[in-house]
């Protein structure tokens, strides 16, 4: 079964589109790297498969819920919740909003911060985690709202090493047990291990499994050409210009 | 000691007060921890002077003012969203143009001729004259409120804390928005008149961002908020009663000294040795101002209550002409009174101001002795009048009259004894003091200015009148307007104006006992 077909999508804001021509799958099992410049569409791709923004052509088609794991550099640090309360919120996609919170709620999100590796934190202000941590609870939430397909929004940036360790594992462990994992990332080396690559820069640059798309003339028109080449084979040591 | 901190709580009005507070602090505890994290402080602000022009409304027309805040809130909503959408001139500017017009437009309104006086309890809120059923009315509202804010606890947690995402979560902006407006718009309704317009968003608001200093999670600092809430009115009540100042204004007071206070023990600017330091001066200054008045609760008091003339006199010509020893002179047993043009007579208008008076004097503790309690009879006689309060042993006697002045003059005044040799001698002093205690509560109760026709300051003493002359314990007169002013004769005739005006004089009779162990 598939669980995403986007065909022939174009969108965009205020009659302008800023992102033509897509067209791709995803399967379960499979992950996903969506490679491209800021402002290439990554995130308008993303607010559309959420449903946020309605495409101005095309087709999406999505088989289930789709949970999100946004960029925790855009979270709010005063706000007072723990870690536990945030992957709570999760709970939102699986119950309506007026619903009281049942023990089995709690238990599955601890289970969820268990999963990121957090649960000994699920008491520990959100706000005061760092940022690698906090973003492993923002998946956790994504766990608890139970999506058989999750968007990660640069899940990567700005994550300690630790953190980006435990969350490269359970990425492959979630498509492991058959979930679609979209991903958008800077870091091309990363995209190899993974199912696809989707190239985005205004437009669909290319999609298909790393090791054919990722080209150095692939690359070059994804981040217009502005790509630094390290010595090494072709393509392996390729980073883009804002790579951290 | 003990009596000083409880005696407040003994008065009707002053519990009501509290229960007030109590359930605008309980509301805006939770309330206003979202109202922060959603950045809604200054809708809160324009919906509180948006519905100016319905409060106002409800004023003259004589209708509940919750009903009046409801439609005034409303009426906002509707023209906001209408001039909202004019795209010619944009969102900001076309809320910022409704709420100043409609809030000037109530302004207008209410100092329009033909609106009744009291502005400014309207702007600053009537906490001492919430009744019975304005509490009923507001408690089932802060109960709705508060069933609301929990069923939507989850959802506005998680729109709050990443509306970006929220959608992905299926939690509904937009949702959330229009219930936290609809919740704000209730929470002013229910405080707006005792706070009233201007002071509602302060108390309704500041406790929680005082929490918001401590509190690591959302529930603990709604709790703690209603908790802020609930102390700074006590101590604002506490405040008002002690030191006569709008309780309103105090409770806003304390409200932004608690966040003072926070901010400072927060921010670490003051160190645990002053903190220590700076509570025990508030609880010692609290202590103090308390200890200084100290009032014992009426319990145990009597007290005579004399409302001034009936209304079957003048169907008694015979009986009340009869002249009498006034103890300085002769003359008539009774006189019929005075009234308004409107037809309103001094004998109704006293009594209903005496029965009110009664019930919160009893409320408190005391025994009230009424030398009527009817309005249909005649009498009794000014003598008598005297007499009665004589006879029960009573601690302090209080004649209510209005007065029938010049129709350009305004304002009350106290009468008391001069000092008679044999009538008066014994209770001159006592009741100068019990004028000043009164022309005091009243004067800061009811905002009606000192006689302008008569007297000196509020104050008129006078050797011709019976009822003082006989009387063996301390006992004044008050006028508590001028029936033939138009301004007054408004004022009296509005039953809200005569609530405000017993316990005025309620807490002008505790403080002249509270001298007077």
Known sequence: ?244 | MTHALFHPWTLGFMQHALAELALVGIVGGALGCWVIFYGLAYSAESLAHALFPGLVGAALLGLPLLLGGAVGVLGAAVAVAVFGRAPEIGRDTAVAVVISSLFGAGVVLALSQASPPGLESLLFGDLLGVSRVDLLVAGILAALALAALGALHRLLLAVGFDRGSSRALVARPLVADLALLALLATAIVIGVQGLGNLLVVAVLVGPSATARLFARRMAPMMTLAAGIAIAASLAGLYLSYYANIAAGASVAATVVVAYLLGHGVRAGRIPIVKRVLAVAILALACAGSAAASSPPTLRGRTIAIDPGHNGGNYRHAAQIDRLVNAGTLRKACDTTGTQTNAGYTEAAYTLDVSLRLASLLRAAGARVVLTRTTNTGWGPCITQRAAIGNRAHVSVALSIHADGGPSSGRGFHVIYPPSIRGLTDDIAVASYRLALAVRAAFHAGTGMPYATYIGRAGLDRRSDLGGLNLSDVPKVFVETGNMRNATDARLLANARFRRREAQALARGLAAFLAARP
């Not at chain 1, 690698?132 to 609870?137: A, D, F, L, S, Y």
């Not at chain 1, 640069?154 to 058959?178: I, N, Y």
């Not at chain 1, 994992?181 to 290319?206: E, K, P």
């Not at chain 1, 390729?238 to 951290?244: C, D, G, R, T």
């Open chain 1, 1 to 244: 079964m598939t669980l995403l077909r986007v065909e022939g999508l174009t969108a965009g804001y205020d009659g302008r589109p800023v992102l033509h021509d897509v067209g791709f799958v995803l399967e379960p099992g499979e992950r996903i790297g969506v490679l491209g410049p800021n402002g290439g569409g990554k995130s308008t791709l993303f607010r559309v498969l959420l449903g946020e923004l309605d495409p101005f052509g095309g087709t999406v088609y999505a088989a289930a819920r789709r949970g999100f794991v946004p960029q925790t550099e855009r979270s709010r640090l005063d706000y007072p919740v723990s870690a536990l309360d945030v992957a709570l919120m999760g709970t939102l996609s699986r119950a309506p909003w007026w619903r009281p919170l049942r023990r089995s709620d709690r238990r599955f999100a601890l289970d969820s911060l268990g999963r990121v590796g957090l649960r000994e934190l699920a008491g520990d202000r959100f706000g005061e985690l760092s940022g690698g941590k906090r973003q492993r609870v923002l998946v956790a939430r994504a766990l608890v709202q139970d999506a058989p397909i999750l968007l990660l929004d640069e899940p990567f940036t700005g994550v300690d090493r630790p953190s980006a360790d435990a969350l490269e594992a359970l990425l492959a462990e979630l498509a492991a047990e058959g979930r679609g994992v979209l991903i958008a990332t800077h870091d091309v080396d990363q995209v190899r291990a993974w199912d696809s690559v989707l190239c985005l820069n205004g437009r669909q640059v290319a999609f298909g499994p790393p090791e054919r798309t990722l080209t150095r003339a692939v690359l070059e028109e994804t981040y217009g050409g502005e790509i630094v080449a390290l010595p090494g084979e072709e393509g392996a040591g390729i980073l883009p210009p804002h790579h951290h």
